[in-house]
């Protein structure tokens, strides 16, 4: 632990939404503190930091000032605008690296990286407008998706082609972002590998969970997910050949489609991610630790599970299941916020099945 | 659910150090907001607060900020002045009650009320002077131990009296203070029931935990205790009719001598213990949680544990084991004080051992 920040250390974190406020809680744990960083007031993350910054991404002052009080910078989201990242770096080390953030912020970035390393992702083609989308479905063919090549996230920013004839109508939801379009990827089910990798190179993951999504959000985590020993085996070795091949630190979601060919990547998140909250209740050492044992250099926990879990996120309207939920044997997590609009995620609680099987 | 307060509500919690730092963590899991209220700066529960009062026990003005700025005050320590607890009172409830304090900062009222419930202690007798401190010893005999009867902890406080000769200088030791002389009791070992208490009477216990102390402190807690079913069952009803008693809202750690004619009770403590640290990774609701649950009127969970458990306490110099404790697979739980003084808690270490057994 010669690289590692001592107990009373302070964490920058870069987003003060519902990541952020478990990073907060995690590194409480380890006697470290944390400063968050969001333009919104009153997020999830403020109110167990020891220190808050309320400003603009653009400010520059604020940025600084953020930068010269903290021993090192992470981020509970990737799309934090390079500018601000350029600033911070000049002042405190930023973990994980920028390599990461600009391969995961880019959908076309991210699919050549994966591509180059040699894991299989779903066919895709660059769409900048109405010709190179027809070239595109002509080579993959439809069902496609079309997507913004940034800024998207829980299915936002995405349009279904089903036949030629929706591609005007996807084109234009697109209002004129750059795009990429991906082929349909015949899938029996998703998984997500949970990996983290130190400062000192070392790597571990957290057993692979397996997802269901409604409405293009993810509704549930359930570990141990449906796979094969040597499906098992794959997830681990391909999200330790992604971690190594960005020198990550820190910890990072890798979402997967099991196929009848084997694992197809998804996509990857540089950041602890909702598919691994399940760790809080079933691990020792959970996702949220992981990150911040990794960006404070400390060794990572071995991602050793001690009991089956299932993860049910609560979006919107569920908030107003908390009662009943709260007098069942399960772990509530709730993230402070005010209001419950459609979509939003709320919280989520971890129900245990059994000692890990 | 229906006296619950709702997420969003804040928490005052009187005392700032661990154990108000890990409550607040628990509290902030259900979308509670924490506010501390401590004499000194910069204890280890501001930093995850959402407020922090720093003021003396006896500012009144500051106490009624306090009080109208929170939902319901809970403490971290028995030993706040009444004169500050009746100001807060007159403004905002305050679980545990009164009661629970008044009887457990002094040990001859928490003897006396034991001894009316018909459960059994040391033999005892109130020390004012000389005389009485002869004619105690007359009656209960030597070893005994002379304590002061209000502010004491890990052993502060106390002076044993092994022979006769000792009596006086134990007497000068207590300072003039009003004190209490206990026997000793033969007991093979020292186990603790952490149990809880809803607003709704509820009561639910976590398994017994067995403790070993080292010069007066408490060093480690395994889950489980060494303790036959029927000792299991007589330590749990025996924890269930003292918070009943006390018409108890929150966690209570009781402190029991296992003997040959039975369970005796040591001490009682109003508040998370530290022999009940071990739930936090043993258990899916720890006992932070379980009186965040209990204060804020929500139900309780049953104190059911999933893993066995040691934790061990780091106290003092011990922190220097951090980084050989950090690589190998146990839970650290660090409090953040700057400064390692001997005896000083500077955070514990939880180890599971297996499935719960």
Known sequence: MTDALA?????????????????AVAASRLGLRCHVYDPAPDGPAAEVCAAATCAAWDDEAALRAFASAVDVVTYEFENVPAASLDLIEAIVPIRPGRRALAVSQDRIDEKD???????????????????????????IGAPAILKTRRFGYDGKGQARIMVQGDAAA?????????????????????????????????????????????????????????LTASQRTDAVLLAARILT???????????????????????IAPRVH??????????????????????AGWPLGDGA?????????????????????AATQSALHL?????????????????LTGPAR
């Open 7 to 23: 107990s009373g250390s302070t964490i920058g974190i870069l987003g003060g939404g519902q990541l952020g406020r478990m990073l």
């Open 113 to 139: 990286f994966l591509r180059d390393l040699g894991l299989a992702t779903a066919p895709y083609a660059t769409v900048d407008d109405a010709a190179s989308l027809e070239a595109a479905l002509e080579r």
């Open 170 to 226: 996807a084109l234009a939801g697109m209002n004129g972002a750059p795009a990429i379009l991906e082929g349909f990827v015949e899938f029996s089910h998703e998984v997500s590998v949970i990996g983290a990798r130190g400062l000192d190179g070392a790597v571990a993951c957290f057993d692979p969970g397996e997802n269901r999504h409604e409405d293009g959000i993810l509704r549930e985590t359930t570990v141990p997910a449906r």
């Open 245 to 267: 091949a960005l020198d990550y630190v820190g910890v990072m979601g890798v979402e997967l489609f099991v196929t009848a060919s084997g694992l197809v990547v998804n996509e």
């Open 274 to 295: 909702n598919s691994g909250h399940w760790t809080q209740n079933g691990c020792l050492i959970d996702q949220f630790e992981q990150h911040i044992r990794a960006v």
């Open 305 to 325: 599970r001690h009991s089956d879990v299932t993860m049910e996120n609560l979006i919107g309207d569920d908030v107003d299941r908390i009662p009943q939920i």
């Open 335 to 351: 993230y402070g916020k005010a209001e419950a609009r459609p979509g939003r995620k709320m919280g989520h609680v971890n129900r």
